[in-house]
């Protein structure tokens, strides 16, 4: 086990130097999904930064609140065991945002019932954030249980929240690019580096992170 992280490690400092000191972004089958869904709140948004709102983060999802623009906002932190998104302890539209970001996969028990309490906590009108996966490992295993399509995040919205904008990120080069070791390799924000490049790139028939963006209804 050391010698397989001491490999990626050097594999992973050999993709950062490459970009010849250009800062480097979240891992390789993060970046376009968190590209993407940054530009999409921010347009929602208005472009602020949450400040003076407040937010829901489900089981550790700092990441993606920081990388669409949130992280000013007024954060309350629920998570897993401590708090079950199966029933949150929150009242009904406490929250302007709430965000989950890879959670859906792993509830042990009915994804609908998890949305529907992440829309009740949420004020109407206010946003839903949900990143999960459809092409990808088994991870953090037993308690790896559902794949997502965008349509299957559309259909969590039914009756509770209005998408707007439901998406995948990825395709079947991440099969190669995990063969390489590279799959968790932080990108470097370099336009003309190989995996910057190909972390930008998508087939939506084949995506291996998906989301959904959505406004409370009611």
């Not at 010698?3 to 979240?26: D, E, H, I, Q, T």
């Not at 092409?135 to 295993?141: G, S």
């Amino acid at each position: 086990m050391r010698a397989r992280a001491a490999a990626k490690r050097a594999v992973y400092g050999a993709v950062a130097a490459s970009g010849l000191g250009a800062p480097v972004g979240a891992e390789y089958t993060r970046f376009g999904m968190y590209a993407r869904l940054r530009a999409t709140v921010r347009e929602i948004t208005g472009g602020t930064d949450g400040a003076g709102r407040s937010l829901l983060d489900i089981s550790g999802s700092r990441r993606l609140i920081e990388e669409v623009g949130l992280g000013a906002a007024d954060i309350t932190e629920a998570h897993y065991p401590e708090h079950n998104i199966l029933s949150l302890p929150m009242a009904d539209g406490s929250f302007d945002f709430v965000v989950s970001d890879q959670v859906l996969e792993h509830i042990e028990g009915d994804p609908f019932v998890a949305f529907r309490e992440t829309a009740r906590v949420t004020r109407p009108g206010g946003l839903l954030i949900h990143t999960t996966c459809f092409l990808n490992e088994i991870h953090l295993a037993p308690d790896d249980f559902w794949r997502f399509t965008p349509a299957a995040l559309r259909l969590l919205c039914r009756g509770v929240a209005e998408p707007i904008e439901v998406g995948g990120a990825g395709g079947l080069l991440s099969v190669p690019v995990s063969w390489l070791g590279l799959r968790r390799a932080p990108v470097p924000a370099a336009r003309w580096h190989p995996l910057h490049a190909a972390a930008l790139r998508n087939n939506p028939r084949w995506p291996v992170m998906t989301w959904v963006v959505a406004t409370r209804t009611g």
